[in-house]
Nanobody
């Protein structure tokens, strides 16, 4: 069982920056894939970015050039720059490990003036 604890996020004006962090309880083995999803009101949860244990990355086109995913061991970060109102959503950390998916508690990111 892997527990994911998220921190960061909050309220920011358009054009601003935020970081969200996710720390996994698994400390012995490297988690295969970690990533960030988001869910806006009335919409499906969508993949924003992911990073493998070998540091290969995927970033969705909607945030490419503005968001960066990185990891240090089993801690994953999402740095969000030039935020737009359409980035407003609950952001969820995801970890794929041992043929299972685990989820963080969710963090609200609100982009508004």
């Amino acid at each position: 069982q892997v527990q994911l604890v998220q921190s960061g996020g909050g309220l920011v004006q358009p054009g601003g920056s935020l970081r969200v962090t996710c720390v996994a309880s698994e400390t012995t083995f490297s988690i295969n894939r970690m990533g960030w999803y988001r869910q806006a009101p009335g919409k499906d949860r969508e993949l924003v970015a992911a990073i493998g244990s070998e540091r290969s990355t995927y970033v969705d086109d909607s945030v490419k050039g503005r968001f960066t995913i990185s990891r240090d061991g089993n801690t994953v970060y999402l740095d969000m720059n030039n935020l737009k109102p359409e980035d407003t959503a609950v952001y969820y950390c995801n970890a794929h490990f041992g043929f299972k998916d685990y989820w963080g508690q969710g963090t609200q990111v609100t982009v508004s003036s």
